[in-house]
């Protein structure tokens, strides 16, 4: 069964560096999303992307944030100059359609920040 | 207000016995789909079942059934005959039809999970 696919499984990073998170959509979904889970806590929405550009994105998703579908396979997340509280769970999600439908996760990027 | 509410922060389970976890949702959106999560200790996201607002049945897939309850705008997931490899978090989310701009992309708004231990 096709899956989304994320790599790292675990990126530590300095205070104020930059850091790329990258998945694997499933091949012929066209809907594709970031979510953050801080540890303990509920998982919150961050962007969605479709037809190449950002469809929506939450407060979380500031100007440090950006994402980027640099080819046709992979949907990157980059987060610049990255604080302590940018420690979390990132994971990568994608759909076939938009509206009420099933989406797809990969198995997250465990972040911390030192 | 809170889209999905799961009030439960934590059940036990008897291995072999059935369990309710409940999730309460608020939405004005006529198109909107449920779902549930399951999130073991490792942290990847499993999909569990989906519910469509329109569907007429409630979902069931293999020994998990959602008791979809339109009018009360719940959507509780009942595991039967459970395991130990049960235990695990489980979130309930939506994802409505249509944004407020009337183009729907979907995003999911979960619940704050619930904890299921099943005990041997």
């Known amino acids: 069964e096709p899956e989304v696919t994320q790599t790292p499984s675990h990126q530590v990073t300095q205070m104020g560096q930059e850091v790329i998170l990258r998945c694997v959509p499933i091949?012929?979904?066209?809907?594709f999303y970031w979510y953050r889970q801080i540890l303990g806590q509920k998982v919150e929405f961050l962007v969605s992307f479709y037809n190449n550009e950002i469809s929506e994105k939450s407060e979380i998703f500031d100007d440090q944030f950006s994402v980027e579908r640099p080819d046709g396979s992979n949907f990157t997340l980059k987060i610049r100059s990255t604080k302590l509280e940018d420690s979390a769970m990132y994971f990568c999600?994608?759909?076939?359609?938009?509206?009420?439908?099933?989406?797809?996760f990969g198995d997250g990027t465990r972040l911390s920040i030192l | 207000a809170q889209k999905i509410t799961q009030t439960q922060p934590g059940m036990f389970v008897q291995e072999k016995e059935a369990v309710t976890l409940d999730c309460t949702y608020d939405?004005?959106?006529?198109?909107?789909?449920l779902f549930w999560y399951k999130q073991p200790s490792s942290g990847e996201m499993i999909f569990l079942i989906y519910q469509g607002s329109y569907d007429q049945q409630n979902a069931t897939e293999g020994r998990y059934s959602l008791n979809f309850q339109k009018a009360r705008k719940s959507a509780n997931l009942v595991i039967s005959a459970s395991q130990l490899g049960d235990s695990a978090m489980y979130f309930c989310?939506?994802?409505?039809?249509?944004?407020?701009?009337?183009?729907?992309?979907?995003?999911?708004?979960f619940g704050q999970g619930t904890i299921l231990t099943v005990h041997p």
């Open positions: 999600a994608s759909s076939l359609q938009g509206g009420p439908r099933p989406q797809h």
């Open positions: 091949s012929n979904h066209l809907y």
């Open positions: 939405t004005s959106d006529p198109s909107y789909g």
């Open positions: 989310a939506m994802r409505e039809g249509q944004s407020a701009g009337g183009t729907s992309y979907g995003k999911l708004t």
